[in-house]
């Protein structure tokens, strides 16, 4: 619901601010409520009318923000609790993911291998953002940016 995070334009004015070397997109899905079309249709991941829009505006954006950063992709990790009608995981969204041109880094398979997000569950306050803890941020984005930027080739 953030507007930096909406439009076609999104994240632009960040990148450009702060002119990054490497540009990390990483989601978290907490599942249920899909997508609002213009139709007033509403699509969740693994249905055509949505995975066909969002890898649309997914490989946009890394375009876009490639042209002077090195961007580089995550797969969606599925919440570590489970969410009142969650609908699909996040499986196809990876699926979709594999299909960007971008160098890759396995969020899911790091924080949940196997999907299995039993070891990691109580990182995440909400299932989705990790806890507001200064040392567990910490320590998380350390961890994150040494793989991130290895797959970057840094």
Do not use: K
């Not at 990691?120 to 806890?131: E, I, K, N, Q, T």
């Amino acid at each position: 619901q953030n507007p930096v995070c909406s439009g076609r334009d999104r994240y632009d004015r960040v990148v450009e601010e702060f002119e990054p070397d490497v540009v990390l997109s990483l989601y978290g899905w907490p599942g249920g409520g899909g997508q609002e079309l213009d139709d007033g249709t509403i699509v969740q991941p693994c249905e055509a009318g949505f995975d066909e829009r969002w890898l649309r505006d997914y490989r946009e954006m890394v375009e876009r923000l490639g042209r002077t950063a090195t961007v580089v992709v995550s797969t969606v990790a599925p919440p570590a609790i489970p969410v009142a009608d969650q609908g699909p995981d996040p499986r196809c969204l990876n699926e979709l993911i594999r299909q960007i041109d971008a160098p890759q880094f396995d969020y899911q398979g790091w924080l949940c291998p196997n999907y299995d997000c039993a070891d990691s569950a109580s990182l995440r306050s909400d299932g989705v953002h990790f806890r507001n803890s200064g040392p567990l941020q910490r320590d998380v984005m350390a961890a994150i940016v040494t793989q991130v930027l290895s797959v970057a080739g840094y």
